[in-house]
Each structure stands twice: as structure tokens, then as C-alpha cells.
């Protein structure tokens, strides 16, 4: 079946303006995952969700961070007044449950430029 | 708090032979699991193997296994018979098992050059 898939693929964008990156995971994974991949590092957590709660949204950076799943498939991550900072890559995943030895699999990311 | 510790940052192997890459980590957990995925180019994070603490065996699948020394608290991916399509990053990461679903920790990543 199709892989988790994120749009857009490349996003440039200026300094102050609001971003929207979507993620569609695998059909039937009911636990989706966010995380930020600066250049030369590992992923980092952003938020998870299980079904349309947000369980933990702990790794956001700040309340200029906010993602909503609001029928517990497609995903949106939201970050306004863009910062040249968060400029990265941003991962998507999903997991057939919330149960942590489920593999979590990958989108290919969305690539945000901050200019 | 968890930790994953990769201290190469890149490593070169010939064709068709084994290569190790090196993951340490630091957990208070008592139960937890170990990943490693692959990163190409193309920037998607492809799963390659998965270890859990109370697991007996080490872990394989196909050409990957997994050196897991408890101990140590080391857990070393082996790819043998390497192919110049295992050129990438790697990434292990770990998530603890007792406090509900906890978020993937990934280390820094070692680059794998596979040359001809």
C-alpha cells in the first residue's frame, strides 16, 4: 500500500509569514508523529498524535508551533510568524498503534526554507 | 531521559564486505526498543531493524543484524555484503517501553560510503 506522504515537498517562505506542511500517513495507522531535522542531525520530536488528540506535545518549540489532526487521518502542522531558525526539515511518520515497539515509518519530509 | 550516542560520523567500505556502525545509549528505562533506519539522499527514513531489551536473540533481517550487548548498552548494526545502495545515513534511536508511548530519540547519524 502507499507509503506516508507529505506535502509540499519544498517550501521557501520569508520571514514572518505563516506555513501550513501537510502529512497523509499510511491508511489504518492510528499514531502519527512529527519531528525536525536540522542539517547534520538526527530528528527531533515535535508531537504526537493518537486518533485526533494531541498526546504529546511536548517537543514543540514554542506556541508559535501548533498541528491539529482533526479526523484522526491527514495531518496539518501550522507554524506562523516563520522564523529563520526553522528553517529544516520537517518528518512525518506514522505507526499502526500507539504501542512503542511499533515501527514508526517515514514520509520523505517537507524541506522549509526560511528566507 | 534517553541518549543515543553515534561517534562516527562516517565510515567507507568496500564493496560486498561488512561494515559496523557503532551506536551507545542511556536509558533509565527498564524496557525499551532499538531502531536503526537508513536515510538516502532522497531524505525519506527507511526502517531497517528493530531490538527490544528483553528480546534473547540479536535481531536480523536479510543482510542487517543487530550487535546488541545490553551491558554495554550498545546496539551496533551490522550490514554485510555491502552494496553501493547502502551508501546513506544511518540513524539508531531508541523509545522506552514503560511510560506509555514515548517519542522516538535518534542519534546524530554516521554517513556509510560504499566504495566500488
Known amino acids: 500500500g502507499a507509503g506516508v506522504s507529505q506535502t509540499p515537498s519544498n517550501k521557501v517562505t520569508e520571514k514572518g509569514k505563516y506555513v501550513e506542511l501537510r502529512c497523509d500517513p499510511i491508511?489504518?495507522?492510528?499514531?502519527l508523529y512529527w519531528y525536525r531535522q536540522s542539517l547534520g542531525q538526527g530528528p527531533e520530536f515535535l508531537i504526537y498524535?493518537?486518533?485526533?488528540?494531541?498526546?504529546?506535545d511536548s517537543g514543540l518549540p514554542n506556541d508559535r508551533f501548533f498541528a491539529v489532526r482533526p479526523e484522526g487521518s491527514v495531518s496539518t502542522l501550522k507554524i506562523q510568524r516563520t522564523e529563520r531558525g526553522d528553517s529544516a526539515v520537517y518528518l512525518c511518520?506514522?505507526?499502526?498503534?500507539?504501542?512503542?515497539?511499533?515501527?514508526?515509518?517515514f514520509g520523505p519530509g517537507t524541506r522549509l526554507t526560511v528566507l | 531521559a534517553q541518549k543515543i550516542t553515534q561517534t562516527q560520523p562516517g565510515m567507507f567500505v568496500q564493496e560486498k564486505e561488512a561494515v559496523t556502525l557503532d551506536c551507545t545509549y542511556d536509558?533509565?528505562?527498564?524496557?525499551?526498543?532499538l531502531f536503526w533506519y537508513k536515510q538516502p539522499s532522497s531524505g525519506e527514513m527507511i526502517f531497517l531493524i528493530y531490538?527490544?531489551?528483553?528480546?534473547?536473540q540479536n535481531a536480523t533481517e536479510g543482510r542487517y543484524s543487530l550487535n546488541f550487548q545490553k551491558a554495554r548498552k550498545s546496539a551496533n548494526l551490522v550490514i554485510s555484503a555491502s552494496q553501493l545502495g547502502d551508501s546513506a545515513m544511518y540513524f539508531c534511536?531508541?523509545?522506552?517501553?514503560?511510560?506509555?508511548?514515548?517519542?522516538?530519540?535518534f542519534g546524530k547519524g554516521t554517513r556509510l560510503s560504499v566504495i566500488a
Open positions: 491508511s489504518g495507522h492510528t499514531a
Open positions: 511518520a506514522s505507526s499502526l498503534s500507539e504501542f512503542s515497539a511499533d515501527t514508526q515509518y
Open positions: 498524535f493518537q486518533g485526533t488528540g494531541a498526546a504529546d
Open positions: 534511536a531508541m523509545r522506552g517501553h514503560s511510560s506509555g508511548n514515548t517519542p522516538l530519540v
Open positions: 536509558t533509565s528505562d527498564p524496557s525499551y526498543g
Open positions: 531490538q527490544g531489551s528483553y528480546d534473547q
